[in-house]
């Protein structure tokens, strides 16, 4: 069958669909066989070794949590993006996985493999064949998405559906049909039940279609930016009042531009960011004005909307704006072999010194890539606090003992400590152990986690009742924390000044991943 015509705004060039250009060949095949079995290496390497840290251990939560009644997961918010808690819940009863922190992260860590080559093959008609080919080699190394692929988070397939949805837009651009947009609309589904954050690649499709109908002409463009600055100022009102996860918008009510623009910077790369907004006005020059708006529509779309909230309504990170990641890849990967190809026609350099001018953008991504993951695979532990370190210490000095443990993060000191709480089958050894929250309401109105009074108000009486809680039952004690997250429940410093009174570090755990201080602080009682 040939190929649907080019539209009549269309400039090709360079790419074409279905031509030569676009084609994966031989090389391209075995090129893509070992980067993904680069990518699969990669992902199941350490996959184990990491601790838990506070999102993965509510998804364990949500996957052995009772399905129905009043507090079973039904219940709860979760409900409206299941995908990631329903499978593990399948897998783990029917046996075929365990809820070791390996097991539970394997589903994603193929998910992820998988995406590698699916990159390849989606971006071929959008950048050409070894382009996409390089973008399925950016993806392979790159960290942050072999972060989200050891991570039971459904943030992962989100990247999976995102590069469907961008293929799929492309050929209904091309020639529209019903089965394209079926695939495309299943797409943002999958991407939307796995994480609230799938919702941003309807957003894209949308803007891609505004974009496209009509020839962006003055007027037009003076339309589409008071129809967007009209959009803009309702999306916080309409956050505030529609949103159904009110109780995360409470729980991040500080927004801040700066965080958002630093952590985007972290999560997708700097000089993949510039390289993939040099490489809009080239492909719009030499691949076409509907591949231009197509990758950056869903580059753009939400990233602006992400820093509309950012700048009023919440503290937004980058890693809401997941979903830009294939267009981000694949945009640096055109720049990379344009700008390359452009370097190699305007110097006479011959043999090898040509190729590797060729070359020198795509190792400088790949090695950045590489540098990255080294320090994901040592220093940085993953990118995630040393818990599963913490509550070994914790439980070797108890030595037998029931523990009480005060921590911000209860979820995965939960899982540690009391595994098997949420099914209720909760070893004998560990009935004893109390894992308590620390919360700035708790400590300010002298409550427990039941919200009964059960001390005066402030920092010093609240760990004095931790200590007879300890006292009475025999139990050794510990507070388990890391700074930035105490910071944000103790405005004024008090909980940290009396624990510095009260107690002393047994135990410190470094781990900084870029600017965030990840480090663990064991704090037991000060020896008489």
């Known amino acids: 069958m040939s190929a649907p015509p080019a539209s009549p705004r269309e400039k090709t060039r360079t790419v074409v669909v279905d031509s030569e250009r676009t084609r994966l060949r031989r090389p391209h095949l075995w090129a893509l066989l070992a980067i993904t079995a680069v990518a699969a290496a990669i992902r199941c390497l350490g996959i184990g070794d990491w601790s838990l840290w506070v999102d993965e251990a509510h998804t364990w939560r949500d996957a052995t949590m009772p399905l129905h009644g009043d507090n079973g997961f039904l219940a ?19 046996g075929w996985i365990g809820e070791d922190a390996a097991s539970l992260r394997l589903p994603f860590a193929i998910v992820g493999t998988l995406t590698v080559p699916l990159l390849a093959v989606a971006g071929r008609r959008l950048i050409g064949a070894w382009p996409a080919t390089l973008a399925a080699a950016l993806l392979a190394l790159h960290p942050w998405h072999v972060y989200w692929s050891q991570n039971a988070r459904g943030y992962v397939i989100v990247v999976f559906a995102a590069v469907i949805v961008v293929e799929r837009a492309f050929a209904y651009a091309r020639a529209p049909g019903w089965g394209k947009l079926f695939a495309i ?11 609230p954050t799938g919702v941003f690649l309807a957003v894209s499709f949308v803007a891609f279609l505004v974009l496209r109908a009509r020839p962006l002409t003055r007027g037009r463009i003076a339309l589409l930016a008071i129809i967007g600055g009209a959009l803009a100022g309702g999306l916080p ?43 809009l006005p080239l492909l719009h020059r030499f691949a076409g004005r509907d591949r231009s708006l197509l990758l950056g529509s869903f580059l753009a779309a939400p990233f602006v909307a992400l820093l509309v909230l950012g700048n009023w309504r919440v503290l937004a990170t980058a890693r809401y704006a ?27 350099a011959r043999g090898p010194a040509l190729w590797l001018l060729a070359a020198a953008l795509p190792l400088c991504l790949l090695g950045e890539h590489a540098f990255a993951l080294v320090d994901y695979a040592t220093v940085q532990h993953g990118q995630r606090a040393r818990w599963r370190e913490a509550a070994a210490f914790v439980r070797a000095q108890a030595a037998g003992k029931p523990m009480r443990v005060a921590t911000i993060n209860f979820p995965t000191l939960v899982y540690y400590l009391r595994p098997g709480m949420w099914r209720g089958v909760v070893a004998q050894e560990d009935l004893g152990n109390d894992i308590v929250q620390i919360e700035d309401w708790m400590v300010a109105e ?31 004690f510990a507070v388990v924390l890391t700074l930035p997250e105490l910071a944000e429940k103790d405005r004024d ?14 135990m410190h755990l470094p781990c900084w991943v870029g600017p965030k201080d990840e480090s663990i602080y064991v704090y037991v009682w000060k020896r008489p």
């Open 76 to 94: 709860t918010d979760r409900v409206m993006y299941p995908l990631t808690f329903l499978l593990l819940r399948q897998l783990i009863d029917a």
């Open 185 to 195: 609309w299943l797409g943002v589904g999958l991407g939307a039940v796995s994480h």
């Open 237 to 279: 009102w309409a956050v505030d009042h529609l949103s159904p996860f009110q109780g995360f918008l409470r729980s991040k009510s500080t927004p801040s531009v700066t965080h958002f623009v630093l952590t985007s910077a972290y999560y997708f790369r700097p000089g993949a960011l510039l390289l993939a907004a040099a490489a």
């Open 322 to 348: 997941i979903v830009a990641l294939p267009a981000v890849v694949l945009l640096a990967a055109f720049a990379c072999a344009h700008l390359g190809m452009a370097a190699m026609r305007a110097r006479r």
């Open 446 to 476: 002298g409550r427990d986690q039941t919200k009964e009074r059960v001390c005066e108000p402030g920092a010093a009486n609240h760990l004095a009742w931790h200590r007879r809680c300890a006292n009475e039952r025999g139990a050794f």
């Open 493 to 506: 410093g008090s909980i940290l000044a009396a624990l510095r009174e009260q107690c002393e570090v047994a």
